[in-house]
């Protein structure tokens, strides 16, 4: 879902040029409200996340991942009220989460922004698989923490996608675990192996306290693996056809 009114809060990158930050105007993104769905009867934790994807050219430039912090900050701390408040009418109090890459989370300028926020305690922070970053893991961590103590919820994202996410679960209380989109679609798709790990994870994430979601839910079928699967939560496009479409059959 398109938030509309918000579009301009994250028009405004930045980039590093000789050391001094030089700021863009010419960076197009947008945030996007994906639904959450309790698949049982167990009440969600979370019930959306709050989807930011660079857009058009600037996707293509090396440098805008690494400082994407610095447009996140500044974009998505001023859009979270109105995101929060829009959510909260069609959806009712349920937290929103966030993704932060251990490069984000690891920065004390994004931490603080989120510390400092009396909106904290509505979010739900998602700790996501980060390539060529386990120099920066502990940090990451220790600030996740500080913010749980503050109110936040943490999840672990990605799971089973990458070599970290056991480590990032064992370093702060999460409180769910998202299984990675590719993994969970290759398993509802009839991959045995990958079905064992996404059967692996739910198992010891449920064993650790964890609700456990399974994203990139597009279709009934893999409805129904989530389901069989255990998942306690579903992420998705035919969650959000069924919002855009309610009369959908």
């Not at 398993?187 to 964890?210: K, N, V, Y």
């Amino acid at each position: 879902m398109y938030i509309s009114g918000i579009d301009s809060l994250f028009s405004t990158g930045a980039a590093y040029f000789g050391g001094k930050q030089l700021a863009l105007r010419l960076w197009p993104g947008r945030p996007i409200v994906e639904p959450i769905i309790a698949l049982g009867d167990t009440p969600p934790l979370v019930s959306g996340e709050i989807l930011y994807r660079h857009q058009g050219l600037w996707r293509r430039f090396p440098f805008a991942e690494r400082n994407r912090y610095l447009a996140w900050q500044r974009g998505l701390i001023k859009a979270l009220p109105t995101l929060l408040e829009r959510h909260a009418s069609s959806a009712g109090q349920g937290r929103l989460a966030i993704n932060l890459s251990t490069l984000e989370a690891a920065d004390s300028r994004v931490c603080d922004a989120l510390k400092n926020s009396e909106l904290l305690p509505r979010l739900v922070i998602e700790w996501t698989e980060t390539p060529n970053a386990h120099e920066a893991i502990d940090r990451a961590a220790k600030h996740l923490n500080l913010l749980a103590e503050k109110g936040a919820l943490l999840s672990i994202d990605d799971a089973g996608s990458g070599v970290d996410w056991m480590l990032r679960a064992r370093l702060v209380p999460a409180s769910i675990a998202k299984i990675d989109g590719i993994l969970f679609q290759q398993a509802a798709g009839g991959d045995a192996t990958a079905d064992a790990f996404c059967r692996t994870i739910t198992q010891s994430a449920h064993e650790l306290g964890m609700q456990v979601v399974a994203e990139w839910i597009e279709d009934e079928p893999q409805l129904r693996y989530a389901i069989d699967l255990g998942a306690d939560l579903g992420q998705g496009w035919l969650f959000e056809q069924n919002r855009l479409n309610p009369d959908r059959t």
